[in-house]
Every structure is written in structure tokens, then in C-alpha cells.
């Protein structure tokens, strides 16, 4: 069974870091696409980086471009978010997600067939 864990959340000022973890078991990242999406309070879920292991292929949503990046660990079966620069906006849940395919348009990152999710980490940046 696959199962996704997401980890590292937290409350921190803004300005700061957090690195975001999403441990996989069950299957293993080469065989996805991957995704970090978050939502916050009212607002729908975004696409926040989608990317291709194998392919090296990495998209990142505009309001995070510059700020946040993807790195993995194959020996872990892990991948991370590195968040920097925080800004209160980026208040949200955060979740891991595994699909079949890359959905990239202007000013939109996503998964097709985004069948497997984890059950997020809470990120609160403070101003």
C-alpha cells in the first residue's frame, strides 16, 4: 500500500524557513510524478512545486518561484520542500501527492491522476 507522510511543519515568522519532509512507503518517487501542493482557509489547493525525479523536470508555482525548492533522498524515499523567505500568505496546509504526468499551465502546477495523498503539515508563518 502506498502511503505518504509529510512532516516539518511548524509555526515560524516571517521571513524564516521551514523544510517540509514527505516520506513514502508502499512504492518508490521514480515511478511518479510528484507534487507539493497546500491550502489555506478558504482558499482552494495549489499547486505549489511539481516535478519528475527521473526526468529532472521541476515546476514551481509563481507566488513560490525563487523562494522554495525541491530536493530528495533516494536512500530515504524521501522529498523535501525548502521554504525560505516566508511570507504570512503562505500560511497553509501543506500535502505530498504522487501522480501519472506533469499538468503545467500559465500560472498553474499540477499532477494528472494525482490518485495518492498524504495527510498534510500545518505551516503558520507569523507577521
Known amino acids: 500500500e502506498v502511503r505518504l507522510v509529510e512532516s516539518g511543519g511548524g509555526l515560524v515568522q516571517a521571513g524564516g524557513s521551514l523544510r517540509l519532509s514527505c516520506a513514502l512507503s508502499g512504492g518508490t518517487f521514480d515511478d511518479y510524478t510528484v507534487g507539493w501542493f497546500r491550502q489555506a482557509p478558504g482558499k482552494e489547493r495549489e499547486g505549489v512545486a511539481c516535478f519528475s525525479l527521473p526526468d529532472r523536470v521541476f515546476y514551481y508555482g509563481d507566488p513560490v518561484k525563487g523562494r522554495f525548492a525541491v530536493s530528495s533522498d533516494h536512500a530515504s524515499n524521501t522529498v523535501y520542500l525548502q521554504m525560505n523567505k516566508l511570507k504570512p500568505e503562505d500560511t497553509a496546509v501543506y500535502y505530498c501527492?504522487?501522480?501519472?504526468?506533469?499538468?503545467?499551465?500559465?500560472?498553474?502546477?499540477?499532477?494528472?491522476?494525482?490518485?495518492?495523498w498524504g495527510k498534510g503539515t500545518l505551516v503558520t508563518v507569523s507577521s
Open positions: 501527492a504522487l501522480g501519472y504526468g506533469l499538468h503545467i499551465e500559465p500560472g498553474l502546477v499540477g499532477l494528472n491522476d494525482a490518485r495518492h
